[in-house]
């Protein structure tokens, strides 16, 4: 559902750009405002969630899924973490389509669906090792990486049941904006796949929008 955001980016509160196979780190405030902004369009931004009092509860696609009767993200879908609480609602989107099935790149999934000299391709779950080594102060470890969103990604649904890599829907400056229901740590990789649609073929940057309330 294409919804416009009701926020001036002028009264912005917090702006960073997150290149293209990098990673963004962050702790938000129940109340406040993220918005992620696709700058060139069909780049996905491979997202998780956490508690930040408890980081144990964590997005669950699951649980999300079920609770709304749809597959897709989109305007209106509230991301319900692993004990069915609401983490944040998405009230803005001007993209339409957010996929929470497809999954995470990895070097061993890059391996297995791609060639295996694409081992040594950077991909997402990198990215997010990368950032919870490097910030040890958010108390996440290995075993927190787990389902994700990827924002701004097509991954369609067959009549079969199956699921494809679409080109984009997204394109140069589609956005959504979530409200946090709680404090919650937001962890995005920017994602560098190079070998399916998702991101166009061309890994591009994505921003980063805070507003506080
Ligand atoms: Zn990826």
């Known amino acids: 559902m294409i919804t416009e955001s009701q926020y001036d980016d002028k009264a912005v509160d917090f702006r960073e750009m997150v290149a293209a196979g990098d990673y963004f780190l962050h702790t938000l405030k129940k109340g406040q405002v993220i ?12 997202t998780l969630f956490f508690n930040a009092e408890d980081p144990g509860e964590r997005y669950s696609a699951m649980d999300t899924i ?8 989109t305007a209106g879908s509230v991301l319900r973490s692993n004990e069915n609480n609401p983490m944040l609602e998405i009230i803005a989107d001007t993209c339409g389509r957010h996929d929470t099935l497809g999954g995470a790149c990895a070097t061993e999934s890059n391996t297995v669906r791609y060639a295996l ?26 075993r927190d990486i787990s389902h994700n969103i990827n924002f701004f990604m097509n ?23 979530m409200r946090a229901c709680m404090d919650v740590i937001v962890l995005i990789s920017n994602c560098p796949q190079l070998n399916n649609p998702c991101n166009g073929y061309n890994p591009t940057p ?8």
């Open 35 to 46: 918005r992620i902004l696709d700058l060139e369009g069909n780049q996905a931004a491979d």
């Open 155 to 177: 991954v369609p649904v067959t009549e079969a049941g199956g699921l494809t890599f679409a080109d984009g829907i997204s394109a140069p400056g589609k956005y959504v904006e």
């Open 66 to 73: 079920r609770e709304q009767g749809n597959v897709y993200l």
């Open 117 to 142: 000299e694409k081992r040594c391709m950077h991909a997402c779950r990198d990215s997010w090792m990368l950032a919870i080594a490097e910030h040890p102060e958010y108390g996440l470890d290995k």
């Open 206 to 213: 994505v921003a980063v929008l805070i507003w506080d309330q």
